[in-house]
């Protein structure tokens, strides 16, 4: 078999051979580009004595500089007395994992019958509208309580609907109980979550000692997740809308999110800052060849979904024992109305309704973007986050903020 250097322009203009053909790289032994009569190109990896291969994924979804990061990755697997090929297949033939909107579905057609109309029509709208697009796909054996806390505060601070928050946390309580009774759950962890209240809802922002240490483990994240919690803490929007950004999504240094991707129903655009340039240019190198931003390791042309379990790495790497995701929206907010950021203007940042004043009076006759004054108060923060990663800005020096 042909051995060669495998570069991007190489694999690209490759034509179609007369046979399969595979080429194996000579920068990480082991690794072959398989090229098929029909043209198709997948990564896969070579080893041991019976000529094992472990297929990788399929050019140029999986791009050559990660193809070269797995293998190395599968060859210490290897070494430990692993064999990565044997795992797949055992984890191809496991039964596959019940979700949440697995446990949904069952709820909706077994116990939805027992309950008056206007009972069934609120659990279904407030399951399908918030539930199932939060949690539907994660698996009921590792849901955890802070999946279910950081929903619930999410919708109580995000949203100013503390209501609504304790609503879905009923309706989330009745499904795990339903589910503990169906055998799908060995208990339910929600009745272990108080219910939240104007009171009660979370308070928390970093100190500029904290932002380091997440920061510095952030940094040892793979993409995307390195790049989109970077974004997180620079821009302060939410983990859903930033996720699913796409590149026709940034024009001309201007972030623009679709008002059907928005909690506010409305176009909201982010004029972009230094470092959030700077996040773009890193991660176009993981992503050129998707539509998103934050593609999917996974999945073929999709946006990277579940985020909680790299926001458990982060949370044991930077040793900040209560790191939540949603805490870095709420830092950059807290920072930028410590710089004297007008009211109105860090609520068009967030594209929070509340906190931009924007009732429905407003809503009609204000029509003003704020592109400028949002960019100002960006860049501000920007420099200020900056200066905190320098090492230039304690807690000591800091004027003491409320959030």
Known sequence: MPKKKLTHPFITNLDKPKKRT???????????????????????????????????GTFPSVGLAEARDVAKKLKIEIALGNDPQ????????????????????????????TLRQSTRDDYKRRINNTIIPKLGKIPLETITRLDIIELLEEIAEDNNAPVNSNRIRSILSSMFSFGVNRGMLDHNIVLTIKPLGKVSTRKRYYTPEEIVSIWDAFELEEEPYRSLFKMLLICGQRSGET?????????????????????????????????????????????????????????DNEPVDWLQKAAGRVRRASKVEDFRLHDLRRTAATYMAGMRTDRTVLGKILNHKGL?????VTAIYDRYNYREEKKTALTKWNTKLDKILRGEVKSTNLLKMSS
Do not use: C
């Not at 580009?33 to 043209?39: A, D, F, H």
């Open 243 to 299: 996720r699913q950004t796409r590149w026709d999504h940034i024009q001309k240094g201007v972030w623009t999110i679709p008002a059907e991707l928005t909690k506010a129903n409305r176009t909201h655009e982010v004029p972009l800052p230094f470092m959030a340039l700077e996040v773009l240019r890193d991660v176009k190198n993981y992503s050129w060849d998707s539509d998103y931003l934050f593609k999917s390791p996974v999945l």
């Open 86 to 113: 044997a795992e797949k297949v055992a984890n191809r033939n496991k039964p596959k994992a019940k979700t949440v909107a697995d446990l949904a579905k069952v709820f909706e057609k077994k116990h939805f019958p």
């Open 22 to 56: 595979e080429y194996y790289d000579t920068v990480v032994n082991g690794l072959l580009l398989r090229v098929t009569k029909t043209g198709h190109k997948a990564f896969a990896l070579a080893y041991g004595t019976k000529g094992k291969r472990y297929t990788i």
């Open 356 to 360: 931009a004043g924007d009732d429905q």
